[in-house]
């Protein structure tokens, strides 16, 4: 076992031995290349410029003449005649008529007016017993047709009393009795015309 270790013992330091002899391992060096670029100097500094002290020159800048012409400019017209009609010769000294005015109402119109008193066209006596027998009562309003001469044409019931005995009466009592004021027109002439009113039928006391 001691010579099997010095064999191996002597085998290995050969092997190290020749390596370093023969150069079998080559050295590692890393190179690393640098240029050096030269940084160009600045440039001088530039000279101050000093301020002017003259004053400068304004610039007058002239603009030329403007010509007007004053001469008036000749506007042409129409100079030609305009035909004026011929018109009718009015011989002198002859009047104009003039329309007559047309006459204006100098009367204002007036309605039918009684003459007499309206209170006495009917009295109690007119009413009859057998109608305060029965007891009829009511008020009738009439309408009177008045002719030009201011008579009583005739007579129309407006407002029924409801009975016909008194409604009859009324109108043939107030045409017998009533007197009129014929109406008026504009020129204050008699003209036909209305009366209205009403009579109350009461039983007499």
């Known amino acids: ?30 190179k690393i290349g640098a240029t050096n670029i030269p940084i160009p100097p600045p440039p001088p500094p530039a000279d101050p410029v000093e301020p002017s002290t003259s004053e400068s020159t304004p610039t ?20 030609t005649p305009i035909p004026v009609p011929n018109l009718p ?20 119109p007036v309605s039918a007016k009684p003459r007499n008193d309206p209170a006495r066209w009917l009295t109690d006596n007119d009413y009859r017993p057998s109608w305060a027998r029965r007891e009829l009562t009511g008020t009738a309003r009439f309408r009177l047709e008045i002719a030009a001469t201011g008579k009583v044409t005739s007579c129309t019931v407006t407002g029924s009393t409801g009975h016909l005995e008194l409604d ?18 504009s020129n204050g002439e008699p003209v036909a015309g209305t009366f209205s009113s009403a009579v109350k039928w009461e039983l007499p006391n």
Not at 98 to 106: E, F, G, K, M, W
């Open 89 to 108: 010769t009015v011989p002198s000294g002859t009047a104009f008529e003039l329309p007559a005015p047309t006459p204006q109402p100098s009367f204002d």
């Open 60 to 79: 007058i800048v002239q603009a030329p003449p403007t010509q007007f012409d004053i001469n008036p400019i000749d506007t042409p017209f129409d100079t």
């Open 168 to 185: 009859a009466a009324t109108c043939a009592l107030v045409t017998k009795r009533a007197r009129f004021e014929p109406a008026r027109g």
């Open 1 to 30: 076992m001691a010579a099997v270790i010095g064999v191996h013992a002597a085998i290995g330091a050969a092997l190290v031995a020749g390596l370093t002899v023969s150069g079998a391992m080559p050295e590692i060096v890393n």
